[in-house]
């Protein structure tokens, strides 16, 4: 398998919950990546695109609740954030799904630097103030 996003130490925020949702996400879109590449039937490249999108909701609601019970001030922001990410995320799967618009690397691009930029800057900022509050 070809990795288009591959995890490394750089990429982890230090609380083990929050990294192994991001080697998930890392994963699936991995998973997306070879499919496209592939050229695999659309019954399974539509599966993919579902799991990355409930996985994601998963991921971001586990988070959010996390960021909740530790009283995180910057949890609006974060959480506007992760809404802006599903509508786009879900834009991409209608617009495969009821559009024919086939599954390209500029969108692949879109979801691998979003989700890089977010862990390095965002989720950083939340991994040293979990780990300032004894989470880890």
């Keep these: 398998m070809t990795y288009f996003v591959e995890w490394n130490d750089y990429l982890?925020?230090?609380?083990?919950?929050?990294?192994?949702?991001?080697?998930?996400?890392?994963?699936?879109?991995?998973?997306?990546?070879?499919?496209?590449?592939?050229?695999?039937?659309?019954?399974l490249m539509k599966s993919i695109l579902v799991e990355l999108i409930?996985?994601?909701k998963y991921h971001f609601s586990a988070e959010e609740s996390i960021m909740e019970e530790y009283v995180?001030?910057?949890?609006?922001?974060?959480?506007?954030?992760?809404?802006?990410?599903?509508?786009?995320?879900?834009?991409?799967?209608h617009k495969?799904?009821?559009?024919?618009?086939?599954?390209?690397s500029e969108m692949l691009d879109f979801l691998k630097n979003w989700l890089i930029n977010h862990i390095l800057k965002n989720d950083r900022y939340l991994g040293i103030?979990?780990?300032?509050?004894?989470?880890?």
Excluded: P, W
């Design 129 to 136: 103030f979990l780990n300032s509050k004894g989470r880890t």
């Design 54 to 56: 409930e996985y994601t």
């Design 96 to 104: 495969y799904q009821v559009e024919n618009v086939s599954i390209d």
């Design 12 to 43: 982890s925020v230090n609380v083990e919950e929050i990294d192994t949702h991001h080697k998930k996400l890392i994963e699936i879109t991995n998973k997306l990546y070879q499919a496209m590449k592939d050229g695999i039937s659309e019954d």
């Design 72 to 93: 995180y001030l910057q949890i609006d922001k974060h959480k506007a954030m992760h809404r802006e990410f599903v509508l786009n995320l879900s834009d991409i799967c």
